[in-house]
């Protein structure tokens, strides 16, 4: 398989659950990022990830929870979220500072009930 | 505040005539821009990007302008075809960003629905 994959592609959840988004690349590429998409917003970056080293937290709230086992996986472990965390969240990769452009995974429609 | 801004949320135009959309930025800072389409259940994909070094770039039917002055892009897609329909987001950076470092940071705008009719 190529490109980004993001498991799962939908995912509702209550307040008090623990879940996990997973992203996987195959690409070789070197940094890996989260992102926030919500209705009529700017795509908001959460975290970046460089070399499996975290380097941007844009003020993300602790319910929100990356990790980067390597350098080809990128999970995003959520618990005790709230509704309006309900956002499609999309994953990419780059290689450096991408400058021809990140490759995205096709997101995880999140809905927290 | 929010740096990149998409001031038309939807543009809907005729196929074969122009559609133009436009993106507006206040950081001075930012050197390279970028264009995305994004389709319904797909992640966005890079259409063309822009050096600030440049004021036009052109990729097929696909031409983006850059006014540094005016700290304004767009994006001209002639001929418009209905495939063409989805949300384009722009996106920019420090070029400082480039040259040796292993990761990027682009600033996206919260997007554009373009609709191409038959």
């Known amino acids: 398989e190529t490109g980004v994959t993001q498991t799962p592609r939908h995912l509702v959840m209550g307040m008090t659950n623990k879940k996990s988004l997973k992203c996987e690349q195959h690409l070789g590429h070197n940094a890996m990022y989260w992102y926030k998409q919500s209705a009529k917003k700017p795509l908001e970056l959460m975290f970046v990830?460089?070399?499996?080293?975290?380097?941007e937290n844009n003020s993300v709230p602790s319910r929100f929870s990356p990790e980067c086992p390597n350098s080809s996986h990128l999970f995003l472990h959520l618990h005790t979220l709230q509704p309006e965390d309900s956002a499609l969240y999309l994953c990419?990769?780059?290689?450096?500072?991408?400058?021809?452009?990140?490759?995205f995974g096709s997101g995880t429609r999140l809905t927290v009930v | 505040d929010q740096q990149v801004k998409q001031n038309s949320p939807s543009l809907s135009v005729q196929e074969g005539r122009i559609s133009i959309l436009n993106c507006d930025y206040t950081n001075s800072m930012f050197d390279y821009f970028l264009w995305y389409k994004k389709y319904p259940a797909e992640g966005p994909t890079f259409l063309i990007s822009?050096?600030?070094?440049?004021d036009k770039n052109e990729d097929g039917r696909f031409t983006v302008f850059l006014n540094k002055s005016a700290k304004h892009l767009s994006l001209h897609i002639v001929p418009s075809q209905p495939g063409d329909s989805a949300v384009y987001f722009c996106?920019?950076?420090?070029?400082?960003?480039?040259?040796?470092?292993?990761?990027?940071?682009?600033?996206f705008g919260q997007g554009t629905i373009l609709t191409v009719h038959p």
């Open positions: 996106a920019a950076t420090p070029l400082a960003n480039a040259g040796g470092t292993s990761y990027g940071k682009l600033t």
């Open positions: 990830y460089s070399l499996e080293e975290r380097v």
């Open positions: 990419a990769s780059s290689q450096d500072w991408g400058g021809y452009g990140y490759t």
């Open positions: 822009i050096s600030s070094i440049k």
